[in-house]
């Protein structure tokens, strides 16, 4: 019994340490996040729920999200930080993202149209159930540039929202350059599912993991109007 004790109590000790150093960091993450909501709250006060998603290296392909939801005027935590993928190349500075450039908007953005394969989705925002016809143009000279289109198409490029994997699964538009569109500035920036169990990087898209992803459908509610917030931690502190 002693042995057993001995050799225990090594791996407890760590156990408690690395929860400790998993507790900091998670705070660590939260409080950037509120800092984030508070430097952009001009933005922000038309809406009561916020997803921020942010990394410390531009250029990284990994990112963290953070939900919040604001009550009597103040924005709280409502998660631990989610894991999250943003674009192969990271964030483009504000006004700096191109077509095809393999990297994530920055800025402030409504969470628009929801694309779901299933007919029942454990959710109270309104979606359309994707079939083969829907698609979403990225051919720049397409008068249907950025927008989706279900049937024909004179499109000479697009993306097809219902795939045979799973990424499209649940599919939400990020309204970046949507109103108005403007030609070669990014099309197709959804929130959609990650390949496996770890969100990959991106075409320039938000990805998080299944699990994930039900929670925050769970939880979005129109009447707020879920909204998302992302980019460099750097320079989301820097915006006015």
């Given at each position: 019994m002693r042995l057993l004790f001995i050799l225990l109590v090594p791996c407890l000790?760590?156990?408690?340490?690395?929860?400790?150093?998993?507790?900091?960091?998670?705070?660590?993450?939260?409080?950037?996040?509120?800092?984030?909501?508070?430097?952009?709250?001009?933005?922000?006060?038309?809406?009561?729920?916020?997803?921020?998603?942010?990394?410390?290296?531009?250029?990284?392909?990994?990112?963290?999200?953070?939900?919040?939801?604001?009550?009597?005027?103040?924005?709280?935590?409502?998660?631990?930080?989610?894991?999250?993928?943003?674009?192969?190349?990271?964030?483009?500075?504000?006004?700096?993202?191109?077509?095809?450039?393999?990297?994530?908007?920055?800025?402030?953005?409504?969470?628009?149209q929801l694309f779901c394969y299933e007919k029942d989705v454990k959710t109270r925002m309104p979606f359309i159930q994707t079939t083969?016809?829907?698609?979403?143009?990225?051919?720049?000279?397409?008068?249907?540039?950025?927008?989706?289109?279900?049937?024909?198409?004179?499109?000479?490029?697009?993306?097809?929202?219902?795939?045979?994997?799973?990424?499209?699964?649940y599919c939400m538009v990020i309204e970046y350059n949507t109103h108005p569109v403007v030609k070669d500035m990014g099309s197709a920036i959804f929130l959609h599912l990650s390949e496996g169990e770890k969100p990959n990087p991106s075409a320039g898209c938000v990805v998080v993991t299944h699990g994930d992803m039900e929670w925050l459908l769970s939880w979005m509610n129109p009447e707020s109007k879920p909204s998302i917030l992302m980019g460099n931690n750097k320079v989301l502190m820097s915006e006015n």
């Open positions: 000790l760590v156990c408690i340490i690395n929860k400790s150093a998993k507790c900091k960091e998670h705070c660590a993450h939260e409080k950037k996040a509120l800092r984030i909501a508070k430097k952009n709250a001009v933005l922000l006060d038309s809406i009561n729920q916020l997803l921020v998603v942010f990394n410390e290296i531009p250029e990284s392909s990994s990112a963290v999200l953070i939900a919040m939801e604001k009550r009597n005027k103040v924005w709280r935590i409502v998660s631990a930080p989610i894991a999250a993928g943003v674009g192969r190349k990271g964030f483009a500075g504000p006004g700096a993202k191109r077509e095809g450039d393999q990297q994530t908007p920055t800025g402030f953005f409504r969470l628009g083969a016809d829907d698609k979403w143009i990225d051919d720049t000279n397409s008068i249907d540039y950025n927008r989706h289109v279900r049937g024909e198409t004179q499109a000479k490029s697009y993306e097809k929202l219902k795939i045979r994997s799973d990424e499209y699964k």
